[in-house]
């Protein structure tokens, strides 16, 4: 493989692992400012609604123990698009909740799917890469998924403003689509 082949490989690699590792704070963040008219519709308190935000984390970190293993059993391209098309079925999920029970549950199935995509492509690094090119990728992917709390509540406030809080959920199913399609071109 010539030099230039794999420099191109290497950034679209990093590009894609960078998108992965916003999958989890864009979902914790964009809805963030939409919480006033995610209570009103629902008819529920901010202590109930916060309970969306512990629910996701609670998925994401007890499905970070099982995406590993789905990882090396069925391989980190498998484990990624899986991870990815239940987190678009989970957005969509959640732009269509008719009530606040069927939101917390697509939340739920929301943080357990972004972790997939962050575990394998985190691993589909290590195998990929030497020690130091791992470190080094894994920094810009990192640069990215600190970059993405900063933007995120940007993104949902202006999304809540134009179209109302569920284009935020759609925004996010759209996101894990491109990052899907990303994903089936280029790894």
Not at 48 to 69: D, E, I, K, N, R
Request: glycine share 6%; hydrophobic share 60%; net charge positive.
């Amino acid at each position: 493989m010539s030099q230039s082949v794999q420099k191109i490989s290497t950034f679209w690699l990093i590009a894609v692992m960078s998108l992965l590792s916003m999958i989890g704070p864009f979902a914790i963040d964009t809805y963030l400012p939409a919480f006033p008219a995610i209570e009103a519709e629902f008819g529920i308190s901010r202590a109930l609604l916060s309970q969306s935000l512990g629910f996701y984390l609670a998925a994401f970190a007890v499905a970070t123990l099982f995406w590993g293993p789905i990882a090396d059993r069925f391989g980190r391209k498998t484990a990624i698009l899986s991870g990815m098309s239940f987190y678009l079925f989970a957005s969509l999920g959640c732009a269509l909740a008719e009530n606040y029970d069927h939101f917390l549950l697509f939340r739920t199935i929301q943080g357990a799917a972004a972790a997939g995509g962050m575990v394998a492509g985190r691993a589909m690094i290590r195998d990929m890469f030497d020690s130091q090119q791992a470190q080094r990728v894994m920094s810009y992917a990192i640069m990215f998924f600190a970059l993405a709390p900063a933007i995120a509540p940007i993104l949902g406030a202006w999304l809540h403003h134009a179209y109302g809080w569920r284009s935020i959920f759609y925004f996010l199913a759209v996101f894990s689509a491109i990052v899907t399609a990303l994903v089936l071109a280029i790894i």
